[in-house]
């Protein structure tokens, strides 16, 4: 049979966990923290699970957890989103995302998105019949550059979208450039599916912009976020998606039908764990002191850092190292990492659609001191 995604092959943050896990490497490829969340968190779970709490909750979503994100939102953003109407829990950020393309375009459609890109925004338009519009952000700085995306955009053009803080570059847009955005979008009917999985993961007192601090731009907008990063629970795969009624409306109608719903103890959890803001306000101190220590040390190497504004990936140029190393694509030199260095990493290249190679490897700080200290150690000595 005909496949549905011909291009498509496993993706790079399997195909380097694999290797890692082969070679005993230090994983810094697969975003994902090797600590465990909150006990209190876990013993929600546990208790949610005592309680009974096993069957089916209602399609959008546990009522109790919905309000939890609602009054997050509200407070952190200002924008008022109703639990009843304009917010779904779904099976991870990659459900929601997908099941946004799928709810908002027509076989046909136009959907932008911004390179480098995160690897499952094409597919998940590729599935939904759209076509796929791909725009550099500026190289060099990953900033948004604006006279680009507006070339592109065409009377087809159903929805775009953002992600900040970025995956992998660590850039968070600013106040000017959501505006910028905005201005953009104006007189448009384009949808802004906004990907804010690392909002809580912006360093040095800057301000993640998400879509509902600027309600122009929320009005138009499908807000994503995770679980999964904000309480170190990746395999959960429990997140959010808030929209204004109409739009949630049309997610809804698609989300019944290709998951549902999402497991019932996790959000009893969840909810219950959302009472408490510290976990989320706290993660972004938390994850520099991360970001600092893992940049010290690279500091040591031949390694040319790239600035990390936000998430928890330090991306690296290794084109300053000395010897044929640097010659190497970024394929060849994250598998010579992971298997002569003993460090994982993801090339920058897999998030783009034809593999543009720029002599960076991202690397993931989401990681114990000690791993961190561990691979420092590893690089070190050979870089
Ligand atoms: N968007 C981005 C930018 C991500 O980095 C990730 C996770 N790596 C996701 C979406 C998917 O999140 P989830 O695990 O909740 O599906
Ligand atoms: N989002 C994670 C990353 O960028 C990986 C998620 C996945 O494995 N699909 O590394």
New binding site residues.
Partial sequence: PASRLPAVGT?I??VMSALASETGAVNLG???PDFDGDPALMQAVKDALDAGHNQYPPMAGLPALREAVAAKIATLYGTAYDPGSEITITAGATQAILTAVLALTQPGDEVIVLEPA?DSYGPSIEMAGARTVRVPLTPGTFRPDFERIAAAITPRTRALIVNTPH?PSGTVWTEAEMAQLAALLRDTPIVLIADEVYEHMAYDGVAHQSVARHPELAARSVLISSFGKTYHVTGWKVAYAAAPAALMAEFRKVHQFNVFTVNTPMQHALARYMADPRPYLDLAGFYQRKRDRFRAGLAGTALRLLPCEGTYFQSVDYSGLPGPIAALDENAFCRWLTTEVGVAA?PLSAFYQDGFNQQIARL?FAKRDETLDRALARLAERL
């Fill in positions: 993706t943050f399997t697969q975003g994902f995160y995956n993801i993931c």
